[in-house]
């Protein structure tokens, strides 16, 4: 029974298909021709709503997407590239820091620092006139520490005395020179000058200094 309403339904289709196509048949050209345009147009117009719109509104994005990506990417390697040099720099100057940290003295070598300046006068025959450590100078990162000198002694000896200073293993600048020639032997150069040194200045803690205030409670 089954296969008797199936082949039946079969035969029905057959028949309506049979009879759509006669009907198509049966029209002039002009009507198939309209036909053929109206199911083409149909479904042209349902492939383009339905399919190419929404695909082609998904790729405007993802191309808009890709064009920012892409801008953000490009930043990204310069501000990589700046970091890169900037890091190169700050290596150079942390490096060059270091080295000049090690040229200056720290607090307890200044002493020693004192009596290398005065072996270096006595080391090439000077005489020492005046050998004074003047006040401190406290600068924002740093202290100048000055020495006044009066010296005595031949060309020689001083152009020996500022080598041998020179040859220190800390920062020792000699300033504010004058010379003249020794009165009562004209043999003799004294020069007056000073032997300056810096130290680097720690940063004072804000706090220090500050007082807790308390309240005192008052006993009747």
């Known amino acids: 029974m089954a296969t008797d309403t199936e082949g039946n339904k079969k035969?029905?289709?057959?028949?309506?298909?049979?009879?759509?196509?006669?009907?198509?048949?049966?029209?002039?050209?002009?009507?198939?021709?309209?036909?053929?345009?109206?199911?083409?147009?149909?479904?042209g117009g349902s492939y383009y709503y339905f399919i190419f719109m929404p695909k082609n509104k998904?790729?405007?994005?993802?191309?808009?997407?890709?064009k920012t990506q892409i801008a953000k990417l490009k930043s990204y390697k310069i501000k990589?590239?700046?970091?890169?040099?900037?890091?190169?720099?700050?290596?150079?100057?942390?490096?060059k820091f270091d080295i000049a940290m090690k040229a200056l003295p720290e607090k307890k070598e200044l002493p020693?620092?004192?009596t290398g300046v005065s072996k270096a006068g006595s080391d090439?025959?000077?005489v020492f006139l005046l050998f004074q450590p003047?006040?401190?100078i406290n600068k924002e990162f740093y202290k100048v520490i000055p020495l006044s000198m009066k010296v005595e002694g031949g060309?020689?000896?001083?152009?020996?005395?500022?080598?041998q200073v020179a040859k220190l293993n800390r920062i020792v600048n000699i300033n504010d020179m004058s010379m003249g020639i020794?009165?009562?032997?004209?043999?003799?150069?004294?020069?007056?000058?000073?032997?300056?040194?810096?130290?680097?200045?720690?940063p004072k803690d804000k706090t220090n200094g500050k007082k807790k205030k308390t309240k005192g409670t008052k006993k009747g």
């Open 124 to 126: 090439a025959g000077l």
């Open 182 to 202: 020794d009165k009562k032997n004209a043999g003799l150069i004294q020069m007056d000058c000073k032997a300056v040194t810096y130290m680097f200045a720690e």
């Open 134 to 136: 003047a006040p401190v």
């Open 155 to 163: 060309f020689h000896q001083i152009a020996d005395f500022f080598f």
């Open 11 to 43: 035969s029905e289709i057959k028949e309506k298909i049979a009879s759509f196509f006669e009907k198509v048949g049966g029209l002039t050209k002009v009507q198939r021709l309209l036909i053929c345009i109206v199911t083409i147009a149909l479904m």
């Open 80 to 95: 990589a590239k700046a970091l890169k040099e900037y890091e190169t720099k700050m290596a150079k100057v942390q490096e």
């Open 58 to 66: 998904e790729l405007k994005a993802v191309q808009a997407e890709h």
């Open 112 to 114: 020693s620092l004192l």
